[in-house]
């Protein structure tokens, strides 16, 4: 089966990256991570990526005139690089217009809380301070909303009551590292369908 080229864009330390880059070099999926990129200049998830000497890009937002621009450039590296999919892993900017049209249905996205449940920042905390008993992650495909896209896979984990928001995002965080690769397996081998809202999973 041919290697499905996977573009990964993070801000931060990059754990989910390293899950599914994991996952590519294991051959659970078939897949391979074709290029990293990243709008935080220190982001671990760059240094991930050169480790494992995958090509490793930083978009710095402020030297682009505005969004359109900074997307562009963006898209242009995915495209050198032939990426199919787009996987966001930890990216804490919303994404744009031209993002999304260069990509329709090929970007996907990590949220650690059971969506339409606290989207946006923080949520672990949110999810903790409003006094859940369960919380969890979501695999989805991104649309034009802030967390708001077709859902592929959640896992549901419990909120015990000695937790601190810290151990709860610990536990969700396991989750994280388990669905992601799952998503992008499923996606690889096609065997996800896109109807409206929902995701169908084909057998
Ligand atoms: C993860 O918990 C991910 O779900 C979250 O940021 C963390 C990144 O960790 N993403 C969001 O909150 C997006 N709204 P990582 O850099 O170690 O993968």
């Known amino acids: 089966m041919n290697k499905l080229n996977i573009g990964v864009v993070a801000s931060g330390r990059g754990s989910n990256l390293q899950s599914i880059m994991d996952a590519c070099a294991g051959e659970l999926i078939p897949a391979r991570v074709a290029a990293v990129l990243s709008d935080n ?10 480790r494992a000497s995958i ?46 049209a260069a990509f329709p249905g090929r970007i996907m996205n ?62 969700i965080l396991e989750q994280e590292h388990r669905i992601y690769p799952e998503a992008v397996k499923l996606f690889a081998e096609g065997k996800l369908e896109i109807d409206g809202r929902k995701v169908r999973i084909i057998a």
Request: overall charge negative.
């Open 110 to 171: 990590i949220h650690p809380a059971l969506l339409p449940a606290f989207p946006g920042l923080h949520a672990q905390e949110q999810a903790w301070k409003h006094g859940v008993r369960f919380s969890g992650c979501t695999v989805h495909f991104v649309d034009e909303g802030v967390d708001t896209g077709p859902i592929i896979i959640q896992a549901v984990v419990p909120v015990r009551p000695s937790d601190t928001a810290e151990d709860l995002a610990g536990r």
């Open 41 to 50: 200049k220190d982001a671990f998830a760059l240094e991930r990526a050169r």
């Open 55 to 100: 090509p490793a890009f930083h978009a710095d937002f402020d030297s682009f005139p505005g969004k359109p621009a900074y997307e562009r450039s963006i898209i242009n590296i995915l495209n050198e690089h032939g990426v199919e999919l787009v996987c966001l892993a930890g990216y804490m900017r919303l994404v744009g217009r031209d993002l999304l």
